[in-house]
């Protein structure tokens, strides 16, 4: 399941599905879509992009659970992965915004079409359990987006916005405990073993 690498994972499995999908259209080379930030996309043409995390309030606590006969573990921590996934052409200014437009459009026709990931492989999944990772197209309006550009100190591009819900975040905190083995019980005249 998830353990402190998942965040890292769960962006490699975005990258991973959308080269699977865009490249065989020939939009792009494998190489040329990867995990990057908003300012510095190096060679990628498609950059997916953490802008951030939040504690899913979705699921409910679940407590510690059970890891053998002598452990309990506390309870993991789910998160939402908030992503921007924007196209960085350098082409001429005049082709530019095409090629950038039909990039946003496979992207969402990809992220649609596919929108759970496993959470053991983080490759498409055909049926939705318990800890499915879920991609959601975010429909933001135009102030919400404005506000998050705003917030990154960036200007505001086209772009599609997605979250990846429900991403399992284990605890390494252990706990042992002892089994119950005898029982004893004092009633009035004397104690009686169990």
Known sequence: MGNYTVIADVGQGIVNLLRQHITTEGILRK???GLCSLRESGDYRLGICLYDI???SQLPYEGRRMRGEDQ????SMYLDLYYIILPFMNSDWRYRSAEEQRLLGKTLQVLRDFPLLDPVTYETENCVDSHTIQ?????????EQ???WNSLNENRRNAVYCRAAAVELESTRIRRIK?????QIRMKGGAHEA
């Open 54 to 56: 939040q504690e899913c």
């Open 146 to 148: 404005t506000r998050i």
């Open 179 to 183: 089994r119950v083995e005898e029982i």
């Open 72 to 75: 309990q573990i506390n309870a």
């Open 135 to 143: 991609l959601e197209l975010l429909c933001l309006g135009l102030e």
């Open 31 to 33: 190489e040329q879509i």
